[in-house]
């Protein structure tokens, strides 16, 4: 994230096909966080990654 004066510029956005632990959901979810108002991605869409969050594991990496 870069901040100045006048403007925020968001990260660079990678998004990984190989989701395996909760942590690769995480950086997804982060990810999209970023471009989810600016291509507006609707809460339908979001809404199952958001329970993928949850883990089946509250230990789980």
């Known amino acids: 994230v870069k901040i100045d004066s006048l403007h925020v510029s968001s990260p660079t956005i990678k998004i990984w096909r190989d989701i ?3 942590h ?3 950086q ?3 990810s999209l966080q970023w471009l ?3 291509i507006l991605i609707p809460p339908e ?3 199952p990654l958001y329970d993928l969050l949850k883990g089946k594991h509250p230990w789980e990496p």
């Open 20 to 22: 395996k632990t909760l």
């Open 28 to 30: 997804l979810v982060g």
């Open 36 to 38: 989810r108002n600016t």
């Open 45 to 47: 869409i979001m809404s």
């Open 24 to 26: 690769d959901i995480q």
